[in-house]
Nanobody
Framework: QVRLVESGGGLVQAGGSLRLSCAASGLIFSINAIGWYRQAPGKERELVATISNTGSVLYSDSVKGRFTISRDNGKNALYLQMNSLKPEDTAMYYC?????????WGQGTQVTVSS
């Protein structure tokens, strides 16, 4: 099992910044990829950004140039720096880890961007 705990969400004005954190514990060795997803009310959960165990990074087009994903292996932590936030970034943000064929999710942290 892999346990993921997100933090750092909140209410911010458009144009502002937030930094999300995800603390991983448990069977974190052999995690193939870890990343951030989000789900807005009435919409499907979507990929925001992921980083593989080789360091390859993938961003959704909607956040490219504004968000930066990073990881600190020593702290077993994943981060998402979000700049130039827009009201359409409002969603619950989830941390997800892929370990072999299993996927693990955190409980989410809410990000609300006011216009």
């Amino acid at each position: 099992q892999v346990r993921l705990v997100e933090s750092g969400g909140g209410l911010v004005q458009a144009g502002g910044s937030l930094r999300l954190s995800c603390a991983a514990s448990g069977l974190i060795f052999s995690i193939n990829a870890i990343g951030w997803y989000r789900q807005a009310p009435g919409k499907e959960r979507e990929l925001v950004a992921t980083i593989s165990n080789t360091g390859s990074v993938l961003y959704s087009d909607s956040v490219k140039g504004r968000f930066t994903i990073s990881r600190d292996n020593g702290k077993n932590a994943l981060y998402l720096q979000m700049n130039s936030l827009k009201p359409e970034d409002t969603a619950m943000y989830y941390c997800r880890a892929q370990r072999f064929t299993a996927a693990f999710w955190g409980q989410g942290t809410q990000v609300t961007v006011s216009s």
